[in-house]
């Protein structure tokens, strides 16, 4: 069980920390990615780590901005998000994939409800 939270409006140039929750199994066990889809796109990668947290990946658009992370003590993952553009405007979910290693090419196996956030400018 998944859930996500820290979405909410910004101001373009700011920054969120996104935070998704985890519950019921051993959270390091699982590689966690975070996505997000706009209106009347498709779900896109967004960034993602493997379960001990030491490989992450991001989507080359975005790197450099996003930070993704996790604290398996906590059964937390995270994303920071810096310099925030309207265009990143989406609801974000996180998803843990099966196994402790990540690959864009698998869909994760478990979703969060998901958290929306709302770029201004």
């Known amino acids: 069980h998944l859930v996500e939270s820290g979405g909410g409006p910004v101001r373009a140039g700011g920054s969120l920390k996104l935070t998704c929750a985890a519950s019921?199994?051993?959270?390091?066990?699982?590689?966690m990615g975070w996505y997000r889809q706009s209106a009347a796109e498709e779900r896109e990668f967004v960034a993602g780590?493997?379960?001990?947290?030491?490989?992450?990946y991001y989507a080359d658009s975005l790197r450099g901005r996003f930070t993704i992370s996790r604290d398996n003590a906590k059964n937390m993952g995270f994303l920071q998000m810096n310099s925030l553009e309207p265009e990143d405007t989406a609801i974000y979910y996180c998803?843990?994939?099966?196994?402790?290693?990540?690959?864009?090419?698998?869909?994760?196996?478990?979703w969060g409800q998901g958290t929306r956030v709302t770029v201004f400018s």
């Open positions: 019921g199994d051993t959270f390091g066990n699982y590689a």
């Open positions: 998803g843990t994939l099966n196994g402790a290693l990540f690959s864009r090419s698998r869909k994760p196996k478990a």
């Open positions: 780590i493997s379960g001990s947290g030491v490989a992450t």
